[in-house]
């Protein structure tokens, strides 16, 4: 009976640590563990003001348990990234000869906290691009060995592929001239289409949750394309 009373709290005790879970996510939607997250969030004051680029990616992280939840932050092209998450002090990632910024708290149930990643890429030149790599990690109180976390990009440049997190029901895809689109519901986007130098040459309002247009007036060539709206998405398609 206690053999059988010790598996039992045992299968209760793995099925509660099942239960817990980290959520990084942008805009709502949740960004998948171990992959790569492009964002071209720029701090528009920042640049009205100072004449400066920052990078603000609008990056949230929830846990569906009441936990102390430990991050951090590492820069893998070693520069000085801000972390201020939770209590609005910042630490960067640049201290000595390490790039990795930490920080810890406690969360509260599906508390969603802003982890407030800021990178300053200083005064760009017209049609200068910036673009930095970070990874972001959480974990929970001594379960460091299964941290989630993702690859952050902050970046202007439009010809980079973009891998925007979308839910699987959304999608962009161009087959021969026919650019194929699916939203999730019926909100109204807008898409356009840039060269690879960054010049516009289409822009088209998308209307209902899915449709075509047809990309006869583009020459051949690669082209880069940028979705606003409720889904964000960013990408690269090749007119032959």
Not at 21 to 31: N, P, R
Not at 59 to 83: R, T
Not at 166 to 195: C, P, R, W
């Amino acid at each position: 009976m206690k053999k059988l009373f010790t598996s039992l709290v045992a299968v209760f005790c793995a099925m509660a640590g099942m239960a817990q879970t980290l959520t990084f996510s942008h805009d709502g939607v949740a960004i998948e563990n171990g992959s790569t997250f492009y964002s071209r969030d720029i701090d528009e004051q920042y640049i009205n003001l100072l004449g400066q680029t920052r990078f603000v990616p609008d990056i949230d992280l929830s846990s569906d348990v009441a936990a102390k939840v430990y991050m951090s932050v590492q820069s893998l092209d070693k520069v000085s990234v801000e972390f201020c998450a939770i209590d609005n002090t910042c630490v960067t990632t640049k201290v000595d000869n390490e790039f990795v910024a930490k920080k810890e708290g406690e969360w509260a149930i599906n508390e969603l906290v802003d982890m407030q990643i800021h990178w300053n890429a200083g005064k760009l030149q017209t049609n200068e691009t910036a673009t930095t790599h970070v990874v972001v990690s959480a974990w929970y109180e001594g379960q460091e060995a299964n941290k989630v976390s993702f690859t952050l990009v902050m970046t202007n440049d439009p010809a980079l592929s973009v891998q925007q997190t979308m839910g699987k029901s959304e999608s962009i895809s161009v087959q021969g001239n026919v650019l194929s689109y699916a939203f999730a519901d019926h909100t109204a986007h807008t898409l356009s289409v840039y060269t690879t130098n960054g010049a516009k040459v289409m822009s088209f309002a998308l209307a209902g949750q899915e449709g075509t247009l047809a990309l006869d007036e583009l020459s051949a060539g690669l082209y880069v394309y940028q979705v606003e709206g409720r889904a964000k998405m960013n990408g690269k398609f090749i007119i032959k």
